[in-house]
């Protein structure tokens, strides 16, 4: 079978053309794709550890951290003082953060519908549904 069948090859190719595509959308912006992830995450809920946040967006501690040092060196996010354990830092976005998230989300919403374009709800759905199991198959192993 040539490699062009490969689901994982297929999966690893779009993935690139959607990186490479968000990529040259954020450049202007001095952020880059897996940035972006951080902060969209920490909108959902920020005061959270650096550990908690690894866990949400399944990167390894030590790219969260370089990821983390590289928002706050840009303003994005601040660490706070952990108020139940002193040695630990809890999460949390800046007033310019927010800002460029607001900025960013139209942006990133016009990715979205671009990259559905064409699809119904339900292959949406089933697409979702597939590379869940995909997901899931990866981190569980037989």
Request: charged share 30%.
């Amino acid at each position: 079978m040539s490699i062009d069948y490969s689901t994982g090859y297929q999966i690893c190719t779009v993935a690139r053309k959607i990186h490479q595509h968000l990529t040259d959308k954020f450049r202007t912006y001095d952020i880059t794709p897996e940035q972006w992830v951080i902060l969209k995450k920490l909108s959902e809920q920020d005061k959270i550890s650096q550990r908690e946040l690894s866990d949400r967006v399944d990167k390894d501690p030590n790219n969260i951290k370089a990821l983390i040092d590289k928002l706050e060196n840009k303003s994005l996010v601040k660490r706070l003082v952990n108020p139940d354990d002193k040695r630990a830092f809890l999460l949390c976005i800046t007033e310019n953060g927010k800002a460029l998230i607001k900025e960013l989300i139209p942006l990133d919403e016009r990715m979205i519908m671009d990259i559905e374009h064409g699809l119904s709800k339900e292959e949406i759905s089933k697409l979702k549904s597939v590379l869940s199991k995909i997901h899931a198959n990866i981190n569980n192993p037989n």
